[in-house]
């Protein structure tokens, strides 16, 4: 996510307030800028359509709200998936701004925002995978840890937080699995 001035912060931190409250289909720019405590019109020049200022609350909300730090090793995954799951239902009405702009493939929304570092993993962990095998793991693995994964979970299945944290690590834990006789070790440094 590109740095952001104080007031396009302010404009999405009320932006996602407001969504919490009221959905993000009720709110208007108007109140949007009265919450933020500036002109309406500063809402426009930052974000001139409603597309734009959907796309940068849902990368803001990602990056701040559901950010968490980096796995050190791709076996690490599987528990930071079922800790991300926990945080999506701790805030549901900004789970499925995220999920849905994602998934809409709305002009900039990225769908796997971790893939590169997935990726740097797994070439450093198990780079003797093949690039079908890889590609394979990389897609599985994007998908699961995703806020798509909680919402599928939470409207298609109607599972419960714990119920889906677990779905989603042990989903994990079985692609991992398939690649765990391939891992090189680490040279001691």
Known sequence: MTT???TQAAILGAYAELIEELGSDDVSNRVIARRAGIAERTV???????VDLLLATAAWIEATLFAR???HSIFDLPLAIREAMHRY????ELAHVVAETAMRGMNGAS?????????QLLDAEVPSLDPVQRRTVIA?????DSVGTWVTYRREFGMDSRDIADAAAWAAEAVLDSIRDRVTPRQAT
């Open 4 to 6: 952001l001035s104080g």
């Open 44 to 50: 426009f020049r930052n974000y001139p359509t409603r």
């Open 69 to 71: 730090e980096e796995s």
């Open 89 to 92: 239902d701790a805030r549901p």
């Open 111 to 119: 769908p796997s925002p971790g893939r590169a570092h997935l990726e």
């Open 140 to 144: 599985a693995l994007s998908h699961l």
